[in-house]
């Protein structure tokens, strides 16, 4: 199995860095990145149907979650990413990845900071940034035991149906589903935007971008941001000669 490193073909001075992320597209796009500041940032519905069976990913944005409490479990299935762009990229820049991604060419991002920042002005409707590298598991589930309790306290619902107050109980019900969902997903956190099975996507060694919008986002979408450009340099397969 090749992990060499493809021959670098930069348009700039390539900065010393060990954070870079990279950006595996046909040439074309590359130079249309930096020609005119185009880029396509896809979704998680997108990532589930993808056209190359190896990549696609049916579960894209979805994990099964599991949380243990002394007297009481809470199980079910979180989704997420109806309202967020993304961009996949890699920490590794090598021939193995390249060939899988059926590309020639590369944006190394080496400020990725300053790039998802700089995108995030051209994203229409833009509320949070999310940036980390995917964590691969057997399988995709989030498991933790806890040691608060996850269901709230029922006393308020029995106060309420105690009351005769109208529209009380249905007050106090809502109470305490919003109680029990805030809870949930401060355990969640953002692990369901970063989770991938480890078979076969953990060779790509993932780092992802995620931008969230205001509103549903319905397919990927080609924004135009010379500003991100500055974060960036080109790269090329060396040509046979």
């Given at each position: 199995m090749s992990t060499s490193t493809p021959?670098?073909?930069p348009s700039k001075t390539r900065p010393v860095s060990g954070r870079s992320k990279y950006r595996y597209m046909e040439s074309r796009y590359v130079d249309d990145f930096f020609s005119n500041g185009t880029l396509r940032l896809t979704t998680y519905d997108e990532c589930r149907k993808h056209e190359d069976q190896s990549r696609r990913d049916s579960r894209e944005g979805k994990a099964n979650f599991y949380?243990?409490?002394?007297?009481?479990?809470?199980?079910?299935?979180?989704?997420?990413?109806?309202?967020?762009?993304?961009?996949?990229?890699?920490?590794?820049?090598?021939?193995?990845?390249?060939?899988?991604?059926?590309?020639?060419?590369?944006?190394?991002?080496?400020?990725?900071?300053?790039?998802?920042?700089?995108?995030?002005?051209a994203i229409l409707g833009f509320t949070q940034l999310q940036m980390a590298p995917c964590r691969y598991a057997i399988k995709r589930s989030i498991e933790q035991r806890t040691i608060q309790p996850i269901l709230p306290d029922p006393t308020q619902l029995v106060l309420a149906a105690q009351s005769g107050i109208a529209g009380s109980v249905e007050a106090a019900?809502?109470?305490?589903?919003?109680?029990?969902?805030?809870?949930?997903d401060a355990l969640l956190g953002d692990q369901t935007y970063f989770i991938k099975e480890e078979y076969p996507?953990?060779?790509?060694?993932?780092?992802?971008?995620?931008?969230?919008?205001?509103?549903?986002?319905?397919?990927?979408?080609?924004?135009?941001?010379?500003?991100?450009?500055?974060?960036?340099?080109p790269g090329h397969r060396e040509r046979s000669k």
């Open positions: 021959a670098i073909h949380f243990p409490h002394a007297n009481h479990a809470i199980a079910g299935i979180q989704g997420v990413g109806r309202q967020s762009y993304m961009l996949c990229t890699s920490s590794t820049l090598s021939d193995e990845i390249l060939s899988r991604f059926q590309a020639d060419a590369w944006i190394e991002i080496f400020d990725p900071q300053g790039f998802a920042e700089a995108m995030s002005h019900f809502e109470a305490m589903n919003r109680q029990m969902g805030e809870r949930l996507f953990s060779v790509e060694d993932e780092f992802r971008f995620v931008w969230t919008v205001d509103h549903e986002v319905i397919a990927p979408t080609v924004f135009k941001c010379m500003e991100a450009a500055n974060y960036c340099i």
